[in-house]
């Protein structure tokens, strides 16, 4: 499967998007693939696709097959699992990156609704997007797709300051060196955990223990990723778990695999994605 990651290029959109991907599969072969929990909210937009999302308690797991020519658009994020795609077919599929609280910057619709959707895209930007799925479509060249995302996103940037707590906290997370818990966060704000939980759950879609946890779990992924012989009590307390042990639960727990075993299977995608692909 072809894979495309491009960064966005607008220093206004770059507040609130991390990337756009592309997947392209042209054969008729299968093929599989397996991410991890991440702190991005993906709005995937298919065309000729049938897509069948099951999450549960036990499964995360999305089946992509032919279509009958129609667009669909799904926003997948927050997992707890390992997110596994099963493509039967050929696939073309485009992908943007919202940052943690980016999506809250194009719409005021509430996580819970989106969830839901096959048509997200519609629902995020009623009336406006027929002329967008055209010119997406009617290009294979990835640059240009982005360029189209681009100039579209920047036409439906909601006008306003953003959320100046939201920001705060996200920098606080990002910034800490110690384990930050919920009630450290709070009182580090000046605001109760009622009300920064509330913020968490209009703006990222997530509380802030699930969020925080997602970004622990990432950086000690990413530290795996770039230095896969790094030994594993250091990599452990570095980021901020209690010790070895804890660290290689907590990994196996959102990608299923231990740290060794990990190892031998994750791929890195332009220093970006990482992922078990599987043919």
Known sequence: MDTVILPVRHPLLRRHIQSFLFFKEHTRQSFA?????????????????????????????????????KVNSRLYGFHRLPFSVSIDGTIDQICILFKPGGLRSFTHEGFSDLWQSNEVLEDLFPGKVIRLID??????????????????????????KSNSLLQTSLRLIEQNTDP????????SLNVNESTLYRLFLDHIGQSPKAFCQTIRFRHALSALAQRPE??????????????????????????????????????????????????
């Open 135 to 160: 010119l997406l479509f009617s290009s294979d060249a990835p640059v240009t797709r982005a360029n189209l995302l681009e100039q579209f996103l920047l036409s439906r940037l909601l006008s306003g």
């Open 33 to 69: 693939y397996t991410t991890f929990p991440n702190t991005n909210v993906c709005l995937a937009i298919y065309r000729n696709n049938q897509v069948i999302y099951n999450v549960n308690g036990s499964t995360n797991h999305c089946k992509v097959s032919k279509g009958n020519g």
């Open 230 to 279: 790094g030994k594993l009590t250091e990599l452990a307390y570095k980021h901020d778990y209690y010790d070895q042990a804890h660290y290689i639960k907590d990994l196996k727990q959102f990608t299923g695999f231990t740290p060794k075993q990990l190892k031998c299977r994750f791929f890195v995608e332009q220093s970006e994605l990482i992922w078990i692909p599987s043919r």
């Open 180 to 187: 930050l818990t919920v009630n450290h966060l709070a009182t």
